[in-house]
């Protein structure tokens, strides 16, 4: 996160931070410590803060990981909303499942296990609010796919689209090229989209908000 703001900049919005939950934080441990990628809390408040202000009926997330950004949109949504989150990773759906249930939101929050690529075709209702934090490789035909999916003057949330600040770096590791190429190419898609209205903001690890105006 340091190629993306500073050092000091990130330290003094820590100092800020005022997060409770018992819960929360104890995913956030958990994810850290297996190294398991969850969406950085100062992007899960802007979601949260987004899914707040627009107070969407359905919600789709593509990517649950272990159910920490799913748990963070499920709280906010209003009282007839749902969340769909697709997972494709055996490993992961327990923890979510776990997660969820702690949470007691299992009847806010349906996981669909499978890949999205095979799984979203066959979804049928538009949903108001879409989140994106899958496969980098993938995001280009899921986005296609998502925008399908999407209301007119529905919201789509892209994470990783600064990626660590490879995005914009001249050098980069080479574990990391392949797929900061795949989002160096996603975003000069999504920016420049005819059906979105679109910004990627510095907040995390880069964030892409797009508004369906077609």
Known sequence: METIISSEQLTYLDGLRNETDPLILEM????????????????????????????PDRVLEIGTAIGYSSIRIARKLRKRGILHTIEVSKDNIPLAKSNIEKAHLEEKIKIIDGDALEIMPGLKKKYDFIFLDADKEDYEKLLEMSLVLLRKRGVIFVDNLLWKGFTAAKTVPKKFQNSTEHIREFNKKFMSHPELKSSILPIGDGIGLGVKVK
């Open 28 to 55: 956030e441990d958990y994810a850290g410590k297996h190294r398991i990628p969850i969406l950085d809390w100062k992007a899960a408040e802007f979601l949260e803060q987004l899914i707040m202000a627009q107070r």
